[in-house]
């Protein structure tokens, strides 16, 4: 966890430190729960779990909350009889709530979670 967020703010791309994970031999987070994993691949670390992980504010060791909302949208606007159907949206992180003190063992700190998030804003999706 500490290598995949100091590599990212040190400058590395996500699918370069993918790559580097997988060569150095280091097991992909699906390669622990094949249960409920069984359609990844277990030794070979995808940039979508990277992306993951540097998103995930919980590795902070503080909860988060209201990070995604359910949102009611019409199948179709024009015959509302249709109905609609729930969309899960995420909400902006002013939104959501911290915790005031830690609940678990952090695994990075604030400053480098937030500089992470500052990164993949300036870069981008």
Not at 1 to 6: L, P, S, V
Not at 44 to 72: F, H
Request: proline residues 4%; contains cysteine.
């Amino acid at each position: 966890m500490q290598r995949i967020f100091a590599e990212y703010v040190a400058g590395r791309g996500m699918t370069s430190i993918a790559r580097g994970l997988t060569q150095n031999g280091i097991a992909c987070p699906s390669a622990y729960d094949r249960a409920r994993n069984p359609h990844r691949q277990t030794r070979i670390w995808e940039t979508t779990a990277i992306r993951a992980i540097l998103q995930y504010p919980q590795y902070t060791g503080r909860q988060v909350w209201n990070r995604v909302r359910t949102d009611e949208v019409l199948i179709d606007i024009d015959d509302v009889a249709l109905g609609h159907e729930n969309r899960r949206c995420w909400n902006d992180p002013s939104q959501w709530v911290w915790s005031r003190s830690e609940s678990d063992t952090s695994l990075i700190s604030p400053d480098r979670y937030a500089r992470a998030q500052e990164t993949v804003k300036r870069r981008g999706t």
